[in-house]
């Protein structure tokens, strides 16, 4: 059974993994600079799929991004300069992680940001919450004068459901 169980997790993870959209005509034929251009495309977004590198993605466009990179390897450009060359022609949004500058800081400031609100709001509510408990409790148990002659008298009067 433990055997069973670990052919179907290799299975699965195997069928899990990522098949890369790069045609064999792609491939550069230096390996270092393939790899290049595969780490490169990974950083880039499909502006078709938009949520998937283009290194991933079967789209036409996509193709062109890659052939684009690896043009821009074989001319000699540094990873750097092949991804300010996108930038400037696609836009920051060509990055799936985008640099950390003045118009993106909104971007990469908002969730911690957000998180910090909620976890304060939380808090807040919660000392609310016990305070308003503890001020609240001692005025709920105590009866007044009137309250405590009524109850006196509902018990002392003979329920007609009771027998006597």
């Not at 780490?39 to 996509?62: F, G, K, Y």
């Not at 990055?95 to 998180?115: D, F, G």
Request: proline content about 6%; glycine content about 4%.
């Amino acid at each position: 059974m433990k055997r069973i169980l670990s052919c179907v997790f290799a299975i699965v993870v195997m069928a899990g993994s990522s098949a890369y959209a790069v045609q064999p005509d792609e491939i550069m034929s230096d390996p270092a600079k393939e790899l290049r251009a595969r780490d490169l495309s990974r950083e880039l977004r499909c502006m078709v799929c938009q949520n998937q590198s283009i290194d991933d993605s079967e789209a036409p466009l996509a193709r062109d991004l890659r052939l684009l990179v690896r043009e821009r390897i074989a001319a000699g450009d540094s990873d750097a300069q092949v991804i300010d060359f996108l930038v400037a022609r696609y836009g920051e949004f060509v990055l799936l992680k985008p640099r950390l500058n003045p118009h993106t800081w909104l971007l990469w400031l908002l969730p911690p940001l957000a998180l910090a609100g909620g976890g304060v709001a939380l808090w807040a509510h919660g000392r609310r919450r016990t305070k308003s408990d503890t001020t609240q409790d001692a005025s709920l148990f105590k009866l007044t004068a009137d309250e405590e002659a009524r109850l006196e008298r509902l018990i002392a009067e003979p329920s007609p459901d009771k027998p006597v």
